[in-house]
């Protein structure tokens, strides 16, 4: 596992991302972007005429395009719960996305030469991606995302409704 080195413009970014920090729409986006880039700008070995990075929609989105900026490769988007997935043809495969909870969505269509990307993860999903992963963070936290503006127990506001702006005001 590869964990993004901090500083603190990082640790500035990181603070927005986290579910009570009370950020959401595009303050929240560029925060993914900006980790994003940072992640890539520290990932190495990756040639970006032979490297896509899929960013898992809808909440992997704006933390791909990051890493997309940062390593200047191709760029596809998946959607899991409406497409069938489709390896790109590149050597090297980034699945990208803002939260890994399970792992169970990106278990879906793993193969065991491509690479894992997000900006959190839970610290018990880490070891299905072992040296295959690359994050900002890693949380022993772990809540299920719903439409509420804090959380409370083990219900907590979604990231993507978060990211989107969706969240119904209180």
């Known amino acids: 596992m590869f964990e993004l080195e901090k500083s603190d413009e990082i640790n500035k ?3 927005m991302t986290k579910s009570d920090s009370g950020w959401s729409g595009p303050e929240l986006a560029r925060a993914h972007i900006e980790l994003g880039m940072a992640l890539g700008n520290q990932m190495k070995g990756f040639d970006r005429k032979d490297t896509t990075v899929v960013a898992m929609l809808r909440g992997g989105i704006f933390f791909a395009e990051g890493i997309y900026f940062a390593l200047g490769c191709k760029f596809q ?4 719960k409406h497409d069938d997935f489709v390896r790109p043809k590149t050597r090297n495969v980034i699945l990208a996305d803002s939260v890994i909870s399970t792992g169970k969505t990106m ?3 793993w193969d065991r030469d491509m690479k894992a990307a997000c900006c959190v993860i839970n610290e018990a999903a880490v070891p299905l ?8 963070r890693v949380s022993k936290n772990t809540f299920v995302g719903k439409n509420v503006n804090k959380q409370e127990g083990r ?3 979604d990231t993507t409704m978060r990211l989107f702006n969706q969240l119904e005001q209180a």
């Open 155 to 157: 219900v907590g506001p």
């Open 129 to 136: 991606f072992g040296e295959s992963l690359y994050t900002v």
């Open 107 to 109: 278990l879906k269509i």
């Open 13 to 15: 970014w990181i603070a």
């Open 77 to 80: 988007i998946y959607d899991p």
